[in-house]
């Protein structure tokens, strides 16, 4: 990942060693679902069997709307069938319209595996059914194949191969791409898989690739993007045996939903904290201490079985903003670059740390969502949440972007596809979400607008769509840098240090007179900044903040100048309410090695004072201080790069654990000739 990240940062930086440089997005451009869009409706339930003696009872996988929008797929036990059943009214209970049904050659997905075979998803498509199907335990990654196709589930033909990745990471859970998006995208639908045993074969976390499932049955593999996924090689927002909360070895995936109207791609599944693999236990005491099969118990009330834990358990959504899936699809991104915007948990489900997923699919007629969970034998259920109207704004200008010449400024964009579009808003600032710049109102037949360039700086920029009734939300903001830039530096040598519900930021005040404010940014991940955008703190080199609300930050900082704001600082990683407890001291002793093939191998030691480090975050930039390259979380002591691309690069390593990160160790400048 690192190597990856120095190459296009690279690119990026001689980019912004010209003139006048611009980065910018191109996509459709519309609100973001948030938390308090889920509106939890209630539950109904289902017959406990198909009226043919197949349980429904610890069914609920490859759950999927019906083709008449008033119906479900619902799998039935063992996994290997689904039932179709009519969608009650809230509290009611569901009607058979179909019994338990399977594909008929669900076996040739992995002919020589002799596990069993399970279905993992369902999509009424154009009259016909399309349906995933994958080994339960393979082994050795031996499956080809994935996705069948029929008029019935029971005269489904096939299987097929989907895009070019192993089959585990498509043959799960399948979503509809709303209509403005699926030339942008590549296809009109989405199937995905997560998490399933043989992890090596399928994401560690989210994932999902668009296709065009009328191709299936016309040739034996039908083209595939992966626009979103985490396999083994690249896990970067997590790790198997991490702590989460992105994803780890008791992550679960039940579907995803893409809601027309909006740019969130939304996953449902199941996230555990603390990873622990062993026999469960109920005896709390045991904890992560060896057992007698020589391995460790893991204090997990819900499960006794061997394996994954990460107890508690809660039920969560993965939000994705379809702009990065975009820039995956234009190869701007890797799909293991992406990361969720926001995450939240739905608590109505299960509130006690006992959550569990089976299946999750959405209806985009209705805007409702519906989820599954293991019943463990009990009446099959199934729960009911709205995507409120809040989200379902005018949808705005697609495809915004900037190019800057060597004396204007050009702005392109395409109408929104919708009826009663009077005019744009172009708004622009000096700061992330500001209008300080100005508002122009333009014609609503204009698709582009070039402008001269009479000033310098750095500026941010965004375009709304207007309606009679209002306008749209804004689009993702274009970072626009014109003549010589910024100025200023980043404010230098920034620290965190939280205290309970208390976060106190610190950095070296600057002596520079253009300086007149530093701007704070903070995210639920690295480099988002879906907390605070721009926040003004003051030039004296500190700042406190209290009564922060439980969780993982990420604080940057930018220093604002007459002629513009500068780059982000250092990256600090934070957790808010995690420990009682103080973070560990900075590391010591970094050294760096440039081997033959322009390896580079780094190491350092960890602090024997004080609390004790859980992983270090290294952090490279193209100036001491900065980690404009990149950030990366390892577990060891030592890391090693290869075809490290040619350059300066000045890195440091900072500890981390429950309460925060430490300082940063001394920065070493390491030249890769």
Sequence with gaps: MLTRRLIVLSFVVLCLASAVTATAQTAPQQHLVQAGNFAYQGQFTLPSDDGNGTLLTYGGTALSMGADGTSLYYGCVYGAAVVRVRIPAIGGVATQLEPCRGVPNLNAINPNDPNAKLLGGVLAWNGRVILSGYAYYDGGGTATSSHFVGAAIDTASGPYKVGTEQPGLVAG????????????LGGPALTGQCCIAIISRSSYGPSVSVFDPDQLGTQPSVP?????????????????????????????????AFPAGTRSVLFVGRQGGAFCYGAGTTNQALHMTPNPAGDLWCYDPTSSDKGAHGYPYRHQVWAYDANDLLAVKQGAKQPWDVRPYATWTLTDMDNAGSATIRGATYDPATRRLYVTGDT?????????YEITNAVLQPQGPL?????????????SWTAPPV????GYLLEAGTSPASSNVGVLSLSASLQSLTLPIQASGTFYVRLRASYADGSSGESRELVVTLGAGSTVAAPANFRVTASGTTVALNWDPTTDPNVSDVLVEAGSAPGLSD??????LGTLGGYVASNLPAGQYYFRLRSVGRTGTSPASNEVQVIVGGGSGNPPNYPTDLQATVGTSRSVTLTWHASNDGPQASSFRLEVGSQSGLSDYGTLTVQGMSFAAGAVPP???????????????????SDIHVVVP
């Design 531 to 536: 907390y605070v955008s721009g926040a003004s």
């Design 173 to 184: 859970y399948m979503g509809v791409v709303p209509t403005e998006w699926r030339t942008l």
């Design 224 to 256: 595939a993007t992966m626009l979103v996924g985490y396999p083994q090689a690249h896990q970067t927002i997590g790790t198997y045996e991490g702590p989460g909360p992105l994803y780890n070895g008791s992550t679960k995936v039940g579907g995803v």
């Design 647 to 665: 350059g300066s690069y000045w890195i440091r390593v900072r500890a981390t654990n429950a309460s925060g990160s430490s300082a940063p160790s």
């Design 376 to 384: 463990a034998g009990a009446t099959p259920t199934v729960h009911v």
């Design 419 to 422: 009826a009663g579009l009077v």
């Design 399 to 411: 495809g915004f972007s900037a190019q800057v010449g060597p004396s204007s400024l050009s702005f």
